[in-house]
């Protein structure tokens, strides 16, 4: 389950783990106009753990979650941001 929220700077989407127990903590995605912070509260050190990513490693990261293995760049001269492959992945070489 998630909830999206539009703040005054920000958007805010919550992840709730609504799968087998053990259940994991909330994720908070901030999405501010500079960046992206991804929250997660660690029981273990109870404390929040917070990432931030710029809009280009976002962009990366949603578009590496369905690409094969391999190296990739992402060319701004190319259609819509598209990626380039540097290398061919592991399992295509000889």
Request: overall charge negative; charged content about 20%; some cysteine.
């Given at each position: 389950?998630f ?51 710029s ?15 391999g190296?990739?760049?992402?060319s701004d ?9 540097d ?8």
């Amino acid at each position: 389950m998630f909830t999206i929220e539009h703040e005054f700077d920000s958007t805010v989407i919550t992840l709730v783990d609504e799968g087998q127990v053990p259940l994991q903590e909330d994720v908070v995605v901030n999405g501010f106009e500079e960046c992206i912070t991804v929250e997660q509260y660690d029981t273990r050190l109870n404390q929040i753990q917070k990432i931030t990513l710029s809009i280009a490693q976002m962009r990366d990261l949603g578009a590496a979650i369905s690409l094969p293995e391999g190296v990739y760049s992402r060319s701004d001269a190319l259609p819509s941001g598209a990626l380039t492959s540097d290398t061919q992945s592991s399992d295509t070489q000889s």
